[in-house]
């Protein structure tokens, strides 16, 4: 299939929606994220009480905490990114908001491992549906010159997220514990874990009913046959399309996997580290962490976002990858270091340092993915490259530092060694990929505004 150099739309669509509404759409999206994120993250700060009432080890703790959320997250995320490339991406994402709302309060009701497990995996069912609509979404309310902005403050519901499952999950936490015990019909008298998932999981139907009020957009920057119209593409025509071009995405999706695995790991194991090495209580972890993660991370988006813009108006045209590239270093530096660290205050400020690294990384690396990606291909393109990223960052980043602990230290004491191996493998991993992929992705950058506008 051959494509033509002009990929625009007739002037008539070259209209973009009102910035303040395409604002408003952004920020019930990046609610949507925050909302995801802390029902996804809330586990890592149950896993004393899980593993005590389940009586499980450290690495089935890890299969909850990565594959039974990663198995049908990462695969149904393709199937999403196909109708968010040809249906109505709203519908996609209020089905999803709705679906994992109830499987999150499904996870309260769970008696035993495998009904848990089985509830972490209809989370990562509904959760498949999010990114790949939320981008392609943003892509089409923003042209290309003001769209980093915009995706990067999206990418701030990963840390923002992850500091309210901490701050809000470690208050909830203290209180139930405090609380007497709650019973309801059939299910029983409740564990303070299972409470804390119900209560966690109801109120994202109310997210689902605002995501509801958002509209449609036109599509914008769509690529076109060297024949004239359209290019209609599927499933095999965007994977020939990617394929092609596969060094211009390899750094931005092989660099994210080793950051994403080194991201993952970290934070489902961070607060067992504070817990076992120092003695700290959850409450302690909770409001430290997620504190960090509140200031460190939008601080963090934000300056990785005016960098890149800073270089790209210099010419640099792989300004969201060098950028990516300065940050893995900056995060895989500090990962080795908090897990050595001869104290938990040293260990807190190195997690700053760690978020201000893992946070920007992310919303650049999104940023370049939409930047090179078509139209007709931003919901597979997106999709694919999450399922890749969290295939490796939720399935083998938790597990991975579960298995040194258990099978080659054997000790839970081990588990910051464990853990400073495993981010310094990755992040490694993560710089090279995207060193080497610099000279493509620019190449791609300069054919993408041929059909950009």
Not at 245 to 267: D, N
Not at 343 to 363: C, D, K, M, Q, R
Not at 386 to 408: C, E, K, R, S
Request: charged share 10%.
């Amino acid at each position: 299939m051959e494509y033509g150099e002009g990929g625009r739309l007739p002037a008539g669509n070259d209209t973009w929606p009102r910035p303040a509404y395409a604002w408003y759409v952004v920020v019930v999206l990046t609610i949507a994220y925050v909302v995801s994120f802390l029902d996804r993250q809330i586990l890592a700060l149950l896993v004393e009480p899980i593993k005590r009432d389940l009586g499980i080890s450290d690495t089935r703790m890890s299969l909850l905490l990565g594959f039974a959320f990663a198995l049908f997250y990462t695969v149904l995320g393709i199937p999403a990114g196909r109708l968010a490339d040809r249906c109505d991406r709203r519908w996609i994402i209020t089905g999803g908001i709705a679906l994992w709302s109830v499987m999150t309060a499904l996870c309260g009701l769970a008696r035993d491992y495998g009904q848990l497990f089985l509830a972490r995996i209809g989370v990562g069912v509904g959760e498949a549906s999010l990114n790949p609509s939320a981008l392609s979404l943003i892509s089409d309310y923003f042209p290309p010159a003001s769209r980093a902005r915009p995706l990067g403050f999206f990418a701030m519901g990963v840390p923002v997220g992850a500091g309210c499952a901490l701050l809000a999950g470690g208050w909830l936490i203290d209180a139930i514990a405090a609380a007497p015990p709650v019973s309801l019909p059939v299910a029983g008298t409740l564990r303070p874990w299972q409470t804390v998932f119900l209560m966690l999981g109801l109120p994202g139907l109310l997210v689902a009913a605002l995501m509801a009020t958002v509209r449609e957009p036109q599509r914008h920057g769509r690529l076109q046959l060297a024949t004239g119209g359209d290019a209609r593409l599927g499933v095999l025509a965007a994977l020939g399309y990617l394929r092609g071009r596969w060094r211009g995405y390899a750094g931005i999706v092989l660099g994210m996997s080793g950051a994403t695995l080194l991201g993952y790991g970290f934070l489902s194991w961070l607060p067992a580290l504070f817990m076992r090495t120092w003695g700290w209580s959850i409450a302690q972890v909770a409001f430290v962490q997620g504190l960090v993660l509140l200031t460190a991370g939008p601080a963090s988006v934000c300056a990785a976002g005016w960098l890149a813009d800073v270089l790209v108006r210099r010419g640099d045209r792989a300004a969201h990858l060098r950028v990516f590239m300065w940050l893995a270093a900056l995060m895989t530096l500090s990962a080795v270091a908090l897990s050595l660290a001869p104290g938990p205050w040293w260990a807190a400020g190195l997690f700053f340092i760690n978020v201000l690294g893992s946070a920007g990384l992310t919303a650049v690396a999104t940023a370049a993915l939409m930047l090179i990606t078509p139209n007709q291909l931003r919901g597979q393109a997106s999709a694919i490259y999450y399922f890749t990223i969290n295939v490796v960052g939720l399935t083998f980043g938790p597990v991975a530092i579960a298995v040194l602990t258990d099978h080659v230290f054997g000790d839970e004491a081990a588990l910051r060694y464990s853990m400073a191996l495993v981010g310094l493998a990755s992040g490694l991993a993560a710089m090279v990929a995207a060193r080497l992929g610099l000279r493509a992705y620019a190449d791609e950058t300069i054919q993408a505004r041929s059909w950009s506008g």
